[in-house]
């Protein structure tokens, strides 16, 4: 049931521009963080480390939550328009496979986001002439990022499914995004969904700021799937729709 | 027969019952808020001698901040208020009621009067926040007002790019990534060269900031801070830009009304 849900979120996605935003919008942080590199040669020695954080220092603390912000948007924006809501709740499917199936496919399409940021690190490093491959962990610290990314999608799933606007969760999680950066220079960075990613990502450092263990990382990240999809779940099922 | 006077005053009070309930004036009030954390988290650890410049961080740090936060939340602001006539195909019904320029004036009109509420909610925040971080330099009321003018002219030539986007697009996402694209553009245009600089509208923020720092006089391992200083404010340049932004504003609404409802 769960298979079929996904993909009928799946088919709402084809021909539609989130991919454009997919593939466009990393590329701002990746010209930023290269262009920010090269000026800062004398300062940035550490190489694929140094490139790591001046690249998620912007792609991290601004623009990936707000792009997940806009999957999920785009997602429950079909269903608020057109009195879709009334087609979606008498689907014979139970609702938290509806919600789960939209956060499947928000994951899928953060999965290929940090896919596609993967890409255009490596080729920046290599742009500006950086010897071997990408270290391997950097690439922990990417697959990290996109874990985390479960925790920031449930949260703006449910904003976007309980606020009707398009642009507001938007907006909500450019704000989340530079609160956290806040927060996690506090070292509060467990208590707060937006922080949880920057420390994912290892954003603007390039010493591990998990080399104590994942263990308090993944609990917080744990934690706050289970509230928000808990939460998302509980909404679908007990309040009535506003079509 | 109904003047132009009175049936604008109409449209308006018809904009801002569409808007009843409908809480937009969170939006500013959120960024606002944000912004106000963001700046007040350095304060707590500022000396005597850094409370003797503290306007002028105040306006050099908001200025940096405005490049971030003034286009995402005039994309949202115009977003919200223009999709609700997307989402609900009322442009038909509405030009059976009033001129198509006239709705996108009135529009752009309620929209801009949160523009003018963050930007002098700026102004309070650093007035406010001078107050409670007991900043010793003396108020000079001429930046505050210089500050006032530049972030809402910015912002209003933002807002018509935005508003025009927001109308045009059925799917809202286009203009949204705008918002996000121009946020950053503005942030970048800092480190570009000041011939392009002037080329990226989202970068005027930091070009009328009120204050600025001589970075060729900054020696190396120097507090930067030591060598902020306010800045005459660029007249002729914020006027021609004005010019520029209204005639932008009119060839934009030249575009809508192009559009077939």
Known sequence: MLLKCIRAENLKLRHSCIWAACVLIPLIPAVMGTFNYQNNLGVLTREWYSLWTQITLFYSSLFYAPLIGLYCSYLWRLEHLNNNWNVLMTNPVPVRNVFLAKLAVVYWVTLLTQLWIGVLYFLCGKLCGLPGMIPGQILVWLLRGTLAAAAVGTLQLLLSMVIRSFSVPIGISLTGSILGFIISNKGYSMYWPYSVMLLGMNANKSEDSLRHGPIPFLVSLCAFFLLFTGISIWYLKKKDVRA | ???????????????????????????????????????????????????????????????????????????????????????????????????????????????????????????????????????????????????????????????????????????????????????????????????????????????FSVTGINWGQVPEGADYNDYMQYLDFPLPGFLLFSAVGILLYLFEKGIFMRKEV
């Open chain 2, 1 to 207: 027969m109904k003047t132009t006077w009175s049936q604008t005053r109409l449209a308006y009070k018809a904009e801002i019952q569409k808007q009843r309930c409908r809480k937009v004036w969170i939006v500013p009030l959120g960024f606002l808020t944000v912004l106000t954390l963001w700046v007040s988290v350095p304060m707590f650890h500022f000396t005597a001698q850094d409370l003797t410049r503290g306007y002028q961080w105040l306006f050099y740090q908001i200025s940096l901040l405005n490049a971030i936060f003034v286009p995402m939340m005039l994309a949202v602001t115009a977003s919200r208020l223009c999709d609700m006539e997307i989402k609900g195909n009322t442009l038909k019904l509405l030009y059976t009621l009033e001129k198509n320029g006239r709705f996108y004036d009135i529009k752009f009109l309620a929209e801009a009067r949160y523009l003018l509420l963050f930007s002098f909610g700026e102004v309070l925040v650093i007035l406010l926040l001078g107050k409670l971080f007991h900043i010793t330099e003396p108020v000079r009321l001429l930046p505050f007002g210089e500050h006032f003018l530049a972030v809402s002219a910015v912002g209003a030539v933002l807002l018509s790019f935005q508003h025009l986007l927001s109308l045009m697009s059925d799917n809202q996402i286009l203009p949204l990534c705008a918002g996000l694209a121009g946020s950053f553009l503005g942030l970048f245009s800092m480190y570009f060269p000041r011939a392009v600089n002037l080329c990226i509208v989202w970068g005027y923020f930091s070009i």
